[in-house]
């Protein structure tokens, strides 16, 4: 019987600058430490139809990389040979039990960071970043999320530019990318 959790079994892909696959895969969580490889990977923020609502999400306590830090909607990394929005769909039904994503958009497709180190762990992510709505309340996987709410994105736009809050190194990178771009701009 496999007792192994997704997180143990899943693989990132190593690209090259570019966000070229070079062939080769690691362990997803072997693979993270403080010389992590440049992998694929991709952002998502998920927007209410309703009122423009961002959902933003707190990492689960226990993860490995960046625990308890919130940050945008869902992160995660395409399996080998997946396409980078059936991943997002994915792991938002598994991170998020959101079942639908309407509107599925990569809106920054050439994002790249790396992150100081944070316990350890190095980020080092080509990232396509994506834009989804929905208009349900998310039903989150405990082992992936610690939290969740809803803001504005006036809201939004305060806090993770405010230096004292718990935000990813990401998401405050990616916001000066993003704050100018559609539908983030006529928010």
């Not at 895969?25 to 209410?48: I, M």
């Not at 598994?94 to 050439?110: I, S």
């Not at 405010?162 to 701009?185: G, H, I």
Request: proline share 7%.
């Amino acid at each position: 019987m496999d007792t192994s959790t997704e997180a143990e079994t899943e693989r990132v892909v190593f690209v090259t600058e570019d966000g070229v696959p070079t062939g080769e895969t690691g362990p997803k969580l072997a693979s993270h430490h403080a010389d992590t490889r440049l992998h694929l990977a991709f952002s998502c923020y998920v927007l209410r139809r309703s009122d423009n609502a961002l959902l933003i999400t707190q990492r689960a306590l226990h993860k490995k990389v960046w625990p308890g830090v919130w940050t945008n909607s869902v992160c995660g990394h395409p399996a080998p040979a997946e396409a980078l929005e059936t991943a997002v769909r994915r792991r938002a039904s598994y991170e998020l039990g959101l079942q639908t994503l309407e509107d599925l958009e990569c809106v920054l497709p050439t994002y790249r960071y790396r992150t100081p180190p944070f316990q350890g762990i190095v980020e080092n992510e080509f990232c396509p970043v994506f834009a989804a709505w929905t208009d349900v309340d998310p039903q989150p996987n405990p082992e992936e999320v610690g939290g969740w709410r809803w803001i504005s994105w006036a809201d939004y736009t305060q806090w993770i530019t405010d230096p004292d809050t718990d935000a990813s190194y990401w998401a405050r990178d990616q916001f000066a990318q993003l704050k100018d771009k559609k539908p983030f701009s006529a928010l």
